[in-house]
């Protein structure tokens, strides 16, 4: 059991009979009145976000949530299939429950997979990949004292902005978070 006056960021509970993680929170002590914790909640299953008080001494379960390594193996359609390393188990997640996570994951990465109770429902890609340019724009003499930028096309498909100095078949390194270019490869 979790306190609410002991919560952080990232904590994973169950309240209500929903699991929620803490996005954010903060110990309010009013001038006048008792002590309170607000907080700012996602629940984990269907993604929405609801901001709640909770007094310092209310206590909620920890939900245990398993973030396993799987292999991302390929697409077919609305399904995606991951491939545990060390079972060989393969499982299909469908593409509601990936969203956009997979845009700039090639085939084979290894990414973590998160269920709770048995059922997925999200996947994280890794935190930085190396992909390849296939398409963009040469760059331009001029016009870089503002460090401008360029759109491109990685091998995934997804669209990333770029400095002009880079060329279509440079490998360039992305944060998968922001999708921001980081440097080249």
Do not use: W
Request: aromatic share 10%; proline share 4%.
């Amino acid at each position: 059991m979790i306190s609410a006056g002991d919560f952080r960021n990232g904590v994973t509970l169950e309240i209500d009979g929903n699991v929620v993680q803490i996005l954010e929170f903060q110990h309010v002590k009013p001038g006048k009145g008792a002590a309170f914790v607000r907080t700012k909640l996602k629940n984990v299953i269907n993604g929405g976000v609801v901001e709640k008080t909770f007094r310092p001494t209310e206590k909620f379960p920890a939900a245990r949530i398993d973030r396993e390594d799987m292999q991302y193996l390929y697409n077919d359609g609305d399904l995606f299939y991951f491939m545990n390393s060390e079972t060989y188990e393969q499982i299909g997640i469908n593409k509601d429950t990936i969203g956009d996570a997979l845009k700039f994951v090639k085939e084979n990465e290894v990414c973590k997979v998160c269920s709770y109770n048995g059922s997925v429902f999200a996947v994280e890609a890794p935190l930085f990949v190396e992909l390849e340019i296939t398409e963009t724009e040469p760059g331009f003499k001029g016009d870089t004292a503002q460090g401008a930028t360029k759109p491109a096309t990685v091998e995934t498909g997804a669209q990333v902005n770029v400095p002009l100095f880079v060329e279509q078949g440079d490998k360039i390194k992305i944060d998968t978070r922001t999708g921001e270019y980081l440097s080249r490869v």
